[in-house]
């Protein structure tokens, strides 16, 4: 049994031409399971009945089931999922406003460790597939309270550039307008700095939006947060991402965790505003979501602001982003930690 959403509208319409079924069923098939949630090839009802037949034969629709779900205050609402093979992932809906933000893992666990990060607790178990990684955007987009899903990041579990090939293929889809028709630039991926990843992307014609999560402006602090500074360090990220930024004309987002005692000092601040003369490039502060088992805490909000206004000062464009869903452990693999443990 193969999964139905691993296939493009293109590939499924082979499909149907090698079963000598007529191509045209690709696009009721495609607005079935994506524009009107149905879940049961049954329920397809403007399709032959032998072809329904042989739908059911031969593929699946869903293969997450929801284990837990919760809401914070904030209406920030987190699911945890059991995969078939009874690994364990993560999705979350942020609503706004003027938006509504799905969140979505891209690999069970995570190889890189950052010290501050929930996910990688359990070190890596494998990848997400990109029908693994479309259903959790399904799954977002027939629970979001009668709102359509305007936006999507690649922030939840995992690395997405360490799981590229799945990752790419499922953002081709979701963009298709058979699918879910979320505009690319409305796509977030958020990478830990991938250098060889940020770099083949950047040759992808993808109209998305890039996050590289940095933390931290000097290689000393870096490695102690993220491992992987060791082999990719600050300085050739940040020439990466220079690179990226002039070859594909988009800007990037840097994002920096405000870490008490660790990298919200005014010198660190000093530091980031050194290293960030980057045209075309924002920085995200985000105060820690705190996690009792990593030790880290969110500096106090004077501090906060301080390091704020010295990026303000020297001509940085910078955001402060209040974390959501605080109470209900929204932070990369948080729940999962929490369940796992129980
Ligand atoms: N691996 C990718 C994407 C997943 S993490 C990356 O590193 O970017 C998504 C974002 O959540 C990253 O910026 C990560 O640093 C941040 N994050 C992880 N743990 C956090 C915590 N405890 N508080 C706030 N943000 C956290």
New binding site residues.
């Given amino acids: 049994m193969n999964d139905i959403k691993d296939l493009t509208p293109k590939e499924l319409e082979q499909v149907l031409l090698s079963w000598k079924q007529e191509s045209f069923h690709a696009r009721q098939i495609f607005s079935w399971i994506y524009k009107k949630g149905v879940t049961d090839f049954d329920a397809m009802s403007d399709l032959p009945s032998d072809l329904r037949a042989r739908l059911k034969e031969g593929f699946y629709i869903l293969s997450l089931n929801l284990i837990k779900r919760i809401e914070s205050h904030d209406g920030t609402e987190k699911s945890l999922f059991k995969l078939k093979d009874d690994n364990l992932i993560e999705a979350v809906i942020i609503p706004a406003e003027k938006r509504i933000t799905g969140c979505i893992s891209t690999q069970v666990g995570?190889k890189?460790a950052?010290r501050?990060?929930?996910?990688g607790k359990f070190g890596f178990k494998r990848n997400l597939t990109s029908s693994e990684m479309i259903e959790e955007v399904l799954y977002l987009k027939n629970n979001s309270q009668g709102r359509k899903l305007t936006h999507l990041v690649?922030?939840?579990?995992?690395?997405?550039l360490d799981n590229y090939d799945f990752v790419i293929k499922a953002i081709r889809i979701i963009n298709s307008p058979h699918t879910f028709n979320i505009g690319a630039r409305r796509i977030t991926i958020?990478?830990?700095g991938v250098i060889p990843a940020i770099k083949k992307l950047s040759g992808e014609g993808l109209q998305i939006e890039l996050?590289?999560?940095l933390?931290a402006a000097d290689d000393k602090t870096r490695s102690k947060l993220m491992p992987i500074n060791k082999i990719y360090p600050v300085k050739d990220l940040i020439a990466a991402c220079r690179e990226y930024i002039r070859k594909t004309n988009r800007q990037i987002t840097f994002?920096y965790?405000l870490i008490k005692d660790i990298n919200s000092g005014l010198q660190d601040a000093l530091k980031l505003s050194k290293i960030l003369k980057v045209p075309n490039c924002k920085v995200n502060l985000?105060p820690?979501?705190?996690?009792k088992e990593?030790k880290?805490q969110p500096p106090e909000d004077t501090e906060v602001s301080s390091f704020r206004d010295y990026l303000l000062k020297s001509d940085i464009n910078v955001t402060l982003r209040r974390?959501r869903g605080q109470d209900i452990e929204a932070?990369?693999?948080?729940l999962r930690l929490r369940y796992a443990k129980k």
């Fill in positions: 995570c890189f950052c501050f990060c929930a996910s690649f922030m939840g579990i995992g690395e997405p958020s990478t830990s996050s590289v999560s933390h994002e965790v985000i820690c979501n705190a996690i990593l880290v974390p932070a990369c693999g948080q």
